[in-house]
């Protein structure tokens, strides 16, 4: 069936003008609809079901959370337009439609935003790390185990290193002799890989809902005013560590470069961006955080760009059957921006943790 068809399965305000591809996830496919004679606007997105096989639970997820946003953000005067993710129904009033094993959704476009895959003013980092706060805090009553794990072991970073052991092994690719420095990298750090996993078993730090997939371009930024107005991506919202999430705006907001810059002397650390993340995401959060997570926020970003960097590799070992890629080395050179910033915050892990305290101790 062709896009244009789909999307008429959708319950849009009026007849389809255009479709065309729009964003840069890694996952799904994107497309932006117009409608003749209107300012209305949507996105409409193919799932990747070979990512998502459970859709029908990773759907019912979206909208739970979708729902419990749309009331708080009314409740609080917002506009539930442009502050939350609105879903549109198909024509039958269900949340997506499947054609052959494809699965479409459709969201109203959020207008005049920008994303950004490089940050370039710590005010709207501050602004991203505020919104980030503030959407696990508004989740903070929603019972985690009426969720399901969209993935299962998602940020289980032990189950991850297990996974790149075995692509080591298959070898899949034929490409694992030429990459035994970025191999011995990750096995140097093994027995670190674990910290984030045994405080959660342990009952150190909470389990929550999380969004899980924090990256800085999954941020609406208004366009004119610069603050972080919606959180997109909701696809792997599911119980997990804040500490991940987290991670994962430091990760992408803080690497002066972009995720694939294969100059890596352009790859660095910008703690300065970091502490504006820090200072907005405590505000944003208040209270619900708790003093065990904040001693381990730098943990948090550590792990998940040495797990993101693992992932990348992996997926490198096994012949690029996960991320998009646009070239043959794509996922490697991916792999060396996430371990050059590895390096970077673990020289720096002090001074991290004397900016998430000063940031806590100053709102
Ligand atoms: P992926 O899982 O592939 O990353 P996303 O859901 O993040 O897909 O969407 C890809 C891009 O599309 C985003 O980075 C953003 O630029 C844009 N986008 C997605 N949803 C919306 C929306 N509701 N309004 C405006 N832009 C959006
Ligand atoms: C993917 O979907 P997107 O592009 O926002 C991935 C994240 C990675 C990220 C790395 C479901 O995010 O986990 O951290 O790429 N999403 C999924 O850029 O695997
Ligand atoms: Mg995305």
Redesign the pocket.
Known sequence: MVKYDIAKKFNLSGEIDSITPYG?????DTFLVTIKNSSAQYILQRL?TK??SNYRGLMDNIQKVTSVLYNIVQSQGGDVDRECMRLIPTLDGKSYYTSGSDCWRVYLFVKDTVVYQVIDSPDVFENTGEAFGKFIARLDGFDANTLCE??PN??NTVDRYNKFLTAIEQNKSNRAQFVKEEIDFVKKRADKLSVIVDALNSKQIPLRVTH??T?I??VLIDRTSGKAICII?L??IMPGSLLYDFG?SI??GCNTAL?DEKDLSLVDFDINLYEAYCRGFLRGIGEKITDKELEMLHIGAII?TL??GI??LTDYLDGDV???TQYADHNLV?CHTQFKLVEKMESQSQQMLAIARKCKNNI
């Open positions: 840069e996830g890694h996952i799904n990747n990512i998502f969209v993935i998602f940020h899980n997939d990256k371009n999954n991506d696809d792997t994962d990760r992408s995720e998940i797990e993101c992932r990348f996960y991320f998009k991916r």
